[in-house]
C-alpha cells in the first residue's frame, strides 16, 4: 500500500495466500481495517513462483552474479566468493585433488570476474581453456579441464540449472506490467531438497547482491525470508548463507529491506540478528524458546515475563531509538490465512492464475 514492492520465500505454501480476500469479514475489523484490506486487493500485484513446477510459473536461474555491474574491488570479491560457494558442491569431495581442483576454480571465476564475468557457460569455456597465469598448479590446464566436464554433467543431470521458465530477473520479481505494487512469492514446495532448495535461495541472493547495486532504490523494496533459521543457521552453513550475510551487510545503503522471521529465535546466526534494527517479538510456547526471548530482550532493556500468554495479535516491538521493547497491538492480516495452509495443487492453480 505505501508502493514497496517484495520478494517473499514461501517454504510452506501459506504466504501464497498473500493475494487471497476474506471469505467474510472478520469480527474484530473495524471499518477501517476493511477499507485497508479492500485497498491492499486492489493495489497488490501478487504474483507467485514455482521453481522446480513447470506446471504451475517457473522461474530459471543464473548461477552466478552479475559481474559486470560491480566497480568496487571488496564488492566483486564477496561476489567471487559467493559464486565458489554456489559452484563448489558440483566438485567431488575432500580429497587432495579436489583441493586443488577447488583451488583452480577459485582463480577461474576471479580472472572471469575481472573480464566481466557471462553466463555458466561462458565460465565452463573459460575453464576449458584456461588461460595463462590463473593458477600456478603445475596440472592447472588438466584439472579445469575435469572441473569444466563436472559442470557440464552437473548442468545436464540438474533441471534447476537449466534455463525453464522466465529468467530470475530481480526487475521482474519487483516490476510488473500492472501498474500495481508486485509481491513476489516464490513457493519452494516444489524443490525436493534441502540441497535443491539452499541452492535457489543462494542464487536468488547473488542477484539481488548485484541487482541493488546497479538500481538503488530511493523508495525501498523488501526481502522476506520466512523459516529463517533453516537458511541462516547459528553455527551450521547451508549453501546460501553466505550470500544472506552479504546481502544483510549491504542491503540497507541501497534501499533493500529485508525481514526474517522464524519461531525459533536462537537459531538464527548472530551476524544477521545484529544487523536487524527491528525486531518483533509474538506468543512462544516452548520454554526454551521462552527463555531465549528473555535473553535478547533482555540485551535491549526489556523484559518478556508475559509472552508466553499473548493473545493473537499482540507483540512486543524494539527499533532504532527505542529505549526498551514495548507493547503493541496488530490487526488481522489484510489478506486471509486460514489455520491449514493450500496443497500442493492449489499452490500450482494460484501460481498459474498468478502469471496472465
Known sequence: MLGIPSIVLDPNNDLSRLGDAWPSRPESWSDEDAAKAKAYLACADVVIWTPGVSSGNPISLNLLPDFASIDDADERD???????????PFLPGGSVKANRMKGILAGAIRRFAAEGGGQLTDLIALLADLPDGVSQDSNAQRLAGEIADQLHAAVAMNPLLQSVGEPLDPKTLFEGPRGKTRVS???????ASNEARDSFVNRLQMSLFTFIKRNPSPTGRLYVIDEAQ????????????????????QARKYGLGMTFATQAPKGIDNKIVSNCATHVYGRMGSSATIDA???????????????????????????????????????????????????????IQKARSSRG
Open 78 to 88: 564477496q561476489a567471487v566468493d559467493m559464486a565458489w560457494t554456489t559452484l563448489t
Open 230 to 249: 533453516n537458511f541462516v543457521p547459528s553455527g551450521a552453513g547451508t549453501a546460501c548463507k553466505a550470500s544472506a550475510q552479504s546481502l544483510t551487510a
Open 185 to 191: 512469492v516464490i513457493n519452494l514446495g516444489g524443490l
Open 293 to 347: 526471548i528473555h535473553d535478547m530482550m533482555a540485551a535491549k532493556g526489556g523484559t518478556a515475563d508475559d509472552i508466553g500468554r499473548f493473545s493473537r495479535g499482540e507483540f512486543y516491538f524494539s527499533t532504532d531509538g527505542s529505549t526498551r521493547p514495548f507493547k503493541v497491538r496488530t490487526p488481522l492480516c489484510l489478506s486471509w490465512h486460514p489455520p491449514n495452509p493450500p496443497t500442493a495443487d492449489e499452490v
